[in-house]
């Protein structure tokens, strides 16, 4: 068994658990509060820049062309959804770059960040991919689920 799919298997009930946060079930049934929406966009906009940062400084030091073609690939899917751009999911929200870059980063987005960046420093490549994978992996089996149980994308 791969130690991705261990580390799976092991950690299935936090993973049920975050499937089944308010948050992501208020996503889900649409009852979600456009502030708490606009909150989490503001924490993932902090979180994105880090996780590039991350992405950068592996890319700089990696000798491994696989683990360079998927980063390559990676940050052009994620800047593809124009997290910083002024014309993006920011301004259909009436979101400032101001309110968006003073606002309170909490310590959870704080902690994550940190942690990304002391696996790359501390330990190196292979672990700073490590703490990169949870998030986007849970985000992909979120959305998957979402969209086996509905049609969200005729939105019905």
């Known amino acids: 068994m791969k130690f991705s799919?261990?580390?799976?298997?092991?950690s299935a009930s936090l993973w049920l658990s975050s499937k089944n946060h308010p948050f992501i079930k208020g996503i889900e049934d649409g009852t979600l509060p456009l502030s708490a929406f606009k909150?989490?966009?503001?924490?993932?906009?902090?979180?994105?820049?880090?996780?590039?940062?991350?992405?950068?400084?592996?890319?700089?030091?990696s000798q491994d062309s696989?683990?360079?073609?998927?980063?390559?690939?990676?940050?052009?899917?994620?800047?593809?959804?124009?997290?910083?751009?002024?014309?993006?999911?920011?301004?259909?929200?009436?979101?400032?770059n101001d309110e968006i870059q003073q606002a309170e980063i909490l310590p959870t987005t704080y902690?994550?960040?940190?942690?990304?960046?002391?696996?790359?420093?501390?330990?190196?490549?292979v672990h700073a991919l490590a703490a990169l994978l949870p998030c986007p992996w849970l985000y992909l089996e979120i959305f998957q689920e979402m969209l086996a149980r509905k049609d969200y994308l005729k939105g019905t």
């Open 5 to 10: 799919q261990l580390a799976h298997e092991k």
């Open 39 to 61: 909150a989490y966009l503001i924490q993932d906009n902090y979180y994105v820049k880090n996780y590039l940062a991350i992405y950068d400084k592996i890319l700089a030091t």
């Open 66 to 96: 696989q683990v360079i073609d998927a980063l390559k690939s990676g940050i052009q899917a994620i800047t593809a959804y124009d997290v910083d751009q002024p014309n993006g999911i920011y301004q259909g929200l009436n979101m400032t």
């Open 111 to 125: 902690h994550y960040t940190c942690h990304m960046h002391h696996a790359f420093d501390s330990y190196g490549e």
